[in-house]
C-alpha cells in the first residue's frame, strides 16, 4: 500500500475544481477561453491557493503535459537574481509549440526577493515579454516593488472562510472512509487560521494516530508545534540562563530549527495569552525579538544571538519579577 | 590581586637564571652574549630567541635580567605597526642608559605575530632600530623562519630553546604542588607533563586548573581539557580576555590565540555565563559579542575587513568590561558543548533540507513552506503510526537514512513494514 499526502493528493487540478476564491477564478477563466493571459500577482496569506489557482490555469491552457510549458521557480529557494535570470533566459529561448502563444514563469513567494533583485526581474519580464507570462505569488504585496504591480495584474486571494474548510474536510474524510467528528473539523478550521494546506495537513496526521476527535487534533498540533519554545521563554524569564540556552540547542537539534524560525516563534509566543507576563514586559521583549531577528537576517551567527536574546530575558525577568 | 590568587604561571616564574630548566645552551649562549655588551663591543646587538610556545623564552629573559640586574623595556611586535610606538622604541633603544640607571635589554616580544602585508614597514623599522641600538636587544619567536623576517635574522644572533621533556615539566610541577601544599597523584603530573607536549606554560595553567579540594588526581586532569598547538590555549586567552584591567589587554587575549575568530567566538559564547553570574553582566556580555558578531557577518557579506577591528573591540573588551565590579577567580574553560551540538543540528538540518528537496516539486512549494508546513506533521505521522507512514515513505520513495531520521525510535518499525511485500 502506498500513500499520498492529502495536501498533494486533494489539490485541485483544474479551475473548476477550485472551490473558494470564486471571483478570481471567473476572471481566470475568462482568460484561458481568450487563449491570452496577462503578468499576474497572487497575493495572500499562506494556504489560500495561490500556487494551485496558477497551475490549474496552466493546466486548463495547456492541459495535462501543462508543466513543460511552465517555468516553476520559488523566490525563496532561489534567492540570486542571476539564477532566476539564467534559467529564465534559457526557458524564454525555446520556442513555444502548441496553440497557446505563450510560456508561463511561476515565481513563487516573489516577496522574498530583495528590491534590486525585483528591480532585475521587472527587466526580464519587460525583456520576455513577447513569448512569456509572469505568474508572481505573494504573502505581502506591499513588499512587492511599485513597477512590478503596476505591470500585473493583481489578484487578491482572502483566507479561506470556515463555510469553505469544513466541507472540504468533510469530503477527505468520507472519501477516506473516516470517522470525523463535526467539532473536531471545526477546531482544525480554527487552529488553521484559514490556511487550506495547514488544515488538510492536521487532518492528515490526526486521522493517522486514530478516530479524528477534537483531543487528537490539539495533540497533533501540539506535536508539530512545540512548546519547548515556550518553556524556553520562562526558563529565561525565570532567571535560569543556562537552563534555557540548553532548551535552545535541544530545539534546535531536534527540530532542526534556523536561528530565524525560533525569533519568528518567540514572537508569536510573547503575545499568547498562555503565557503570563506583563504586557509591558511583552512590548519590551518583543522590542528585543525584533532587533535580534534585524540580527539574524544581516548574517550574523544563530546561537549567539538567540542566547543573547535570552540573556536578556533572564534581566528583564528579574527586573519585572516574572 | 592578592599573592594568593595569583595565576601560577605568574607566581612560580624562575626569579634566577638557575632555575631555568632545560635550555644549558641557550642560557649559555644568552649570558655569553649578554657580557660581550658590558665589555664593549657585541658582534651582533640583537638576540633572535626562538622555540616553541610555552618552553619559557620571555622567562628566560625575565631570569636573566633580574640575575644580571637588568631592567626589560618591552614591547609586543605586533604593536610596533604603530609609528609612534617605533620610534618610542628607537628613541629608547639610542639612549645610553643613565649612570646611575639601571641597565636597559629591549625585549620584543612575538616578533612572528608582525604581519608580512599589513606591517610592510615592521620589519625594516626593526632593522633600523637595531643597528642603531646601544643597549642590547631580545627578539622572541615561535617560528623564526618566516620568510619575512629574513632581515631580522640576519641581523641577530640566533638562538634556539629546546621542547621541554616530559621529566622536566613534571619536575617543575612537583615544586609547586609541594609549595602550594597540594597532594597530587604523580600519574596525574605525568599526564599533565603528557598532554603540554613541552609546553611548560599550559602545564602549569592545567595544574592550577586541575586543583579540586586541594588535590590534583589523574580523574581531575583529564576532565580540564587542553588544546595544543596554539600560541595560547582557548581557556588561557578566555582567562586573559575575562580578567583584562586594560582594553588592549582584552583585545591582545582574542587575537593571540590560533584559533580563528568563528572558534573564539564559540569559546566565549560558551563561557559567558562560566565567568558571570550576575545577569545583568551576562547580557552585556552577551550584547557584546552579538555585535562583534554582526560585524563578522557584515564582514563576510561586504568583504570589508576594516570592519574587523570594530569586531574585535566587541567580541574582547566589549565583553571583558560587561562586568560591574572586577573580581578575580578562578574558573575552568571546558571545551564548548556546542562544538558538538553544531555538528548534530548540522547532520540535523541537511536531513531537513533533503526532505524538503525531495518534496517541494511535489507539492508544488518552496524548501521553506515544506520545512514549516509539512515536516512536523511528517515527524507526528512517523513517530505515531509506522504503518501509515510505511506507506508515504513507499508513495515518495523516501531514502531510508530520511525514514529514520523521521521516524527517530520507530524507524524499524517503519522499515520493516516497507520491506513487507506488497499485496
Given at each position: 500500500?502506498?500513500?499520498?499526502?492529502?495536501?498533494?493528493?486533494?489539490?485541485?487540478?483544474?479551475?473548476?475544481?477550485?472551490?473558494?476564491?470564486?471571483?478570481?477564478?471567473?476572471?481566470?477563466?475568462?482568460?484561458?477561453?481568450?487563449?491570452?493571459?496577462?503578468?499576474?500577482?497572487?497575493?495572500?496569506?499562506?494556504?489560500?491557493?495561490?500556487?494551485?489557482?496558477?497551475?490549474?490555469?496552466?493546466?486548463?491552457?495547456?492541459?495535462?503535459?501543462?508543466?513543460?510549458?511552465?517555468?516553476?521557480?520559488?523566490?525563496?529557494?532561489?534567492?540570486?537574481?542571476?539564477?532566476?535570470?539564467?534559467?529564465?533566459?534559457?526557458?524564454?529561448?525555446?520556442?513555444?509549440?502548441?496553440?497557446?502563444?505563450?510560456?508561463?514563469?511561476?515565481?513563487?513567494?516573489?516577496d522574498n526577493?530583495t528590491s534590486?533583485?525585483?528591480?532585475?526581474?521587472?527587466?526580464?519580464?519587460?525583456?520576455?515579454?513577447?513569448?512569456?507570462?509572469?505568474?508572481?505569488?505573494?504573502n505581502y504585496?506591499s513588499k512587492?516593488?511599485?513597477?512590478?504591480?503596476?505591470?500585473?495584474?493583481?489578484?487578491?486571494?482572502?483566507?479561506?472562510?470556515?463555510?469553505?474548510?469544513?466541507?472540504?474536510?468533510?469530503?477527505?474524510?468520507?472519501?477516506?472512509?473516516?470517522?470525523?467528528?463535526?467539532?473536531?473539523?471545526?477546531?482544525?478550521?480554527?487552529?488553521?487560521?484559514?490556511?487550506?494546506?495547514?488544515?488538510?495537513?492536521?487532518?492528515?496526521?490526526?486521522?493517522?494516530?486514530?478516530?479524528?476527535?477534537?483531543?487528537?487534533?490539539?495533540?497533533?498540533?501540539?506535536?508539530?508545534?512545540?512548546?519547548?519554545i515556550r518553556?524556553m521563554i520562562q526558563?529565561a524569564l525565570?532567571?535560569?540562563?543556562?537552563?534555557a540556552?540548553?532548551?535552545l540547542?535541544?530545539l534546535m537539534?531536534?527540530?532542526?530549527l534556523s536561528g530565524l524560525d525560533v525569533i519568528k516563534q518567540v514572537h508569536r509566543e510573547i503575545f499568547s495569552?498562555?503565557l503570563?507576563i506583563p504586557e509591558d514586559l511583552r512590548v519590551m521583549i518583543a522590542d528585543y525579538a525584533g532587533e535580534i531577528q534585524f540580527r539574524l537576517v544581516e548574517g550574523a551567527d544563530d546561537e549567539i544571538q538567540l542566547n543573547a536574546f535570552l540573556a536578556r530575558l533572564a534581566l528583564l525577568g528579574?527586573k519585572f519579577?516574572v | 590581586?592578592?599573592?594568593?590568587?595569583?595565576?601560577?604561571?605568574?607566581?612560580?616564574?624562575?626569579?634566577?637564571?638557575?632555575?631555568?630548566?632545560?635550555?644549558?645552551?641557550?642560557?649559555?649562549?644568552?649570558?655569553?652574549?649578554?657580557?660581550?655588551?658590558?665589555?664593549?663591543?657585541?658582534?651582533?646587538?640583537?638576540?633572535?630567541?626562538?622555540?616553541?610556545?610555552?618552553?619559557?623564552?620571555?622567562?628566560?629573559?625575565?631570569?636573566?635580567?633580574?640575575?644580571?640586574?637588568?631592567?626589560?623595556?618591552?614591547?609586543?611586535?605586533?604593536?610596533?605597526?604603530?609609528?609612534?610606538?617605533?620610534?618610542?622604541?628607537?628613541?629608547?633603544?639610542?639612549?645610553?642608559?643613565?649612570?646611575?640607571?639601571?641597565?636597559?635589554?629591549?625585549?620584543?616580544?612575538?616578533?612572528?605575530?608582525?604581519?608580512?602585508?599589513?606591517?610592510?614597514?615592521?620589519?625594516?623599522?626593526?632593522?633600523?632600530?637595531?643597528?642603531?641600538?646601544?643597549?642590547?636587544?631580545?627578539?622572541?619567536?615561535?617560528?623564526?623562519?618566516?620568510?619575512?623576517?629574513?632581515?631580522?635574522?640576519?641581523?641577530?644572533?640566533?638562538?634556539?630553546?629546546?621542547?621541554?621533556?616530559?621529566?622536566?615539566?613534571?619536575?617543575?610541577?612537583?615544586?609547586?604542588?609541594?609549595?602550594?601544599?597540594?597532594?597530587?597523584?604523580?600519574?596525574?603530573?605525568?599526564?599533565?607533563?603528557?598532554?603540554?607536549?613541552?609546553?611548560?606554560?599550559?602545564?602549569?595553567?592545567?595544574?592550577?586548573?586541575?586543583?579540586?579540594?586541594?588535590?590534583?588526581?589523574?580523574?581531575?586532569?583529564?576532565?580540564?581539557?587542553?588544546?595544543?598547538?596554539?600560541?595560547?590555549?582557548?581557556?588561557?586567552?578566555?582567562?586573559?580576555?575575562?580578567?583584562?584591567?586594560?582594553?588592549?589587554?582584552?583585545?591582545?587575549?582574542?587575537?593571540?590565540?590560533?584559533?580563528?575568530?568563528?572558534?573564539?567566538?564559540?569559546?566565549?559564547?560558551?563561557?559567558?555565563?562560566?565567568?558571570?553570574?550576575?545577569?545583568?553582566?551576562?547580557w552585556r556580555?552577551y550584547e557584546a559579542l552579538s555585535r562583534a558578531d554582526v560585524y563578522?557577518g557584515r564582514?563576510?557579506k561586504?568583504?570589508?575587513?576594516?570592519?574587523?577591528?570594530?569586531?574585535?573591540?566587541m567580541?574582547?573588551?566589549?565583553?571583558?568590561?560587561?562586568?560591574?565590579?572586577?573580581?578575580?577567580?578562578?574558573?575552568?574553560?571546558?571545551?564548548?558543548?556546542?562544538?558538538?551540538?553544531?555538528?548534530?543540528?548540522?547532520?540535523?538540518?541537511?536531513?531537513?533540507?533533503?526532505?524538503?528537496?525531495?518534496?517541494?516539486?511535489?507539492?508544488?512549494?518552496?524548501?521553506a513552506?515544506?520545512?514549516a508546513?509539512?515536516?512536523?506533521?511528517?515527524?507526528?505521522?512517523?513517530?505515531?503510526?509506522?504503518?501509515?507512514?510505511?506507506?508515504?515513505?513507499?508513495?515518495?520513495?523516501?531514502?531510508?537514512?530520511?525514514?529514520?531520521?523521521?521516524?527517530?525510535?520507530?524507524?524499524?518499525?517503519?522499515?520493516?513494514?516497507?520491506?513487507?511485500?506488497?499485496?
Open positions: 500500500m502506498s500513500e499520498l499526502l492529502w495536501a498533494e493528493k486533494y489539490r485541485p487540478k483544474t479551475l473548476d475544481e477550485v472551490i473558494n476564491q470564486k471571483e478570481i477564478v471567473e476572471r481566470l477563466k475568462k482568460f484561458v477561453a481568450e487563449r491570452n493571459i496577462p503578468h499576474m500577482l497572487f497575493a495572500g496569506p499562506p494556504g489560500t491557493g495561490k500556487t494551485t489557482v496558477a497551475h490549474a490555469l496552466a493546466h486548463d491552457l495547456y492541459g495535462e503535459n501543462y508543466r513543460q510549458y511552465m517555468l516553476e521557480l520559488n523566490a525563496s529557494d532561489e534567492r540570486k537574481i542571476e539564477v532566476i535570470r539564467t534559467k529564465v533566459k534559457e526557458f524564454a529561448r525555446s520556442k513555444v509549440v502548441g496553440e497557446v502563444g505563450f510560456k508561463i514563469v511561476l515565481l513563487d513567494e516573489a526577493m534590486d533583485a525585483q528591480q532585475a526581474l521587472r527587466r526580464l519580464m519587460e525583456l520576455y515579454s513577447a513569448n512569456t507570462r509572469f505568474i508572481l505569488t505573494a504585496p512587492i516593488i511599485e513597477p512590478i504591480q503596476s505591470r500585473c495584474a493583481v489578484f487578491r486571494f482572502t483566507a479561506l472562510k470556515k463555510e469553505d474548510v469544513v466541507p472540504r474536510l468533510q469530503y477527505i474524510c468520507q472519501n477516506e472512509n473516516l470517522k470525523c467528528r463535526e467539532r473536531a473539523l471545526e477546531v482544525i478550521y480554527e487552529l488553521s487560521e484559514g490556511d487550506m494546506r495547514r488544515a488538510i495537513n492536521i487532518l492528515q496526521s490526526a486521522a493517522a494516530l486514530g478516530e479524528v476527535t477534537e483531543e487528537v487534533v490539539y495533540k497533533v498540533v501540539g506535536l508539530a508545534h512545540p512548546r519547548e518553556e526558563l525565570a532567571g535560569n540562563f543556562l537552563e540556552r540548553k532548551k540547542r535541544d537539534i531536534t527540530y532542526g495569552s498562555d503570563k528579574r519579577k | 590581586m592578592s599573592m594568593r590568587n595569583l595565576p601560577w604561571i605568574i607566581k612560580y616564574r624562575p626569579k634566577h637564571i638557575d632555575e631555568v630548566v632545560n635550555q644549558e645552551e641557550a642560557k649559555q649562549k644568552l649570558i655569553a652574549w649578554l657580557k660581550s655588551w658590558e665589555t664593549g663591543k657585541p658582534q651582533k646587538k640583537a638576540v633572535l630567541l626562538h622555540g616553541p610556545a610555552g618552553c619559557g623564552k620571555t622567562s628566560l629573559v625575565e631570569a636573566i635580567a633580574k640575575t644580571y640586574g637588568y631592567e626589560i623595556f618591552e614591547m609586543n611586535a605586533s604593536d610596533s605597526r604603530r609609528k609612534e610606538d617605533i620610534e618610542r622604541l628607537a628613541k629608547t633603544a639610542s639612549q645610553t642608559s643613565a649612570l646611575r640607571g639601571k641597565k636597559k635589554i629591549i625585549l620584543l616580544d612575538e616578533v612572528d605575530g608582525l604581519d608580512p602585508r599589513a606591517d610592510m614597514g615592521g620589519v625594516e623599522a626593526l632593522v633600523e632600530v637595531i643597528k642603531n641600538t646601544r643597549n642590547p636587544i631580545i627578539m622572541t619567536a615561535n617560528n623564526p623562519y618566516r620568510e619575512h623576517l629574513k632581515p631580522l635574522r640576519d641581523l641577530a644572533e640566533v638562538i634556539a630553546m629546546n621542547r621541554l621533556k616530559e621529566t622536566d615539566v613534571v619536575k617543575v610541577l612537583q615544586k609547586i604542588c609541594s609549595a602550594e601544599k597540594i597532594e597530587c597523584e604523580q600519574e596525574a603530573l605525568r599526564e599533565i607533563a603528557k598532554r603540554s607536549e613541552g609546553d611548560l606554560r599550559s602545564a602549569i595553567n592545567d595544574l592550577q586548573a586541575a586543583v579540586i579540594d586541594g588535590r590534583v588526581t589523574l580523574q581531575s586532569v583529564k576532565a580540564v581539557s587542553t588544546y595544543r598547538d596554539r600560541v595560547y590555549a582557548p581557556w588561557e586567552a578566555l582567562r586573559k580576555l575575562f580578567s583584562a584591567q586594560y582594553v588592549f589587554q582584552a583585545k591582545d587575549a582574542v587575537t593571540s590565540t590560533d584559533l580563528d575568530p568563528e572558534e573564539m567566538k564559540t569559546w566565549i559564547n560558551e563561557h559567558i555565563p562560566t565567568w558571570y553570574d550576575n545577569p545583568e553582566e551576562v556580555a563578522f564582514i563576510v561586504t568583504q570589508n575587513w576594516d570592519l574587523l577591528s570594530y569586531a574585535l573591540d567580541m574582547g573588551p566589549g565583553v571583558a568590561f560587561a562586568r560591574k565590579q572586577y573580581k578575580g577567580k578562578f574558573v575552568a574553560f571546558k571545551m564548548p558543548e556546542r562544538i558538538r551540538i553544531l555538528s548534530e543540528t548540522k547532520k540535523s538540518r541537511e536531513y531537513r533540507e533533503a526532505l524538503a528537496e525531495y518534496f517541494a516539486s511535489r507539492l508544488l512549494t518552496s524548501k513552506t515544506v520545512k508546513e509539512f515536516i512536523p506533521y511528517l515527524r507526528v505521522i512517523f513517530t505515531n503510526n509506522p504503518k501509515y507512514a510505511a506507506a508515504i515513505a513507499r508513495e515518495y520513495k523516501l531514502p531510508e537514512e530520511l525514514i529514520t531520521w523521521l521516524a527517530g525510535p520507530r524507524a524499524k518499525e517503519v522499515l520493516s513494514y516497507l520491506k513487507k511485500p506488497v499485496k
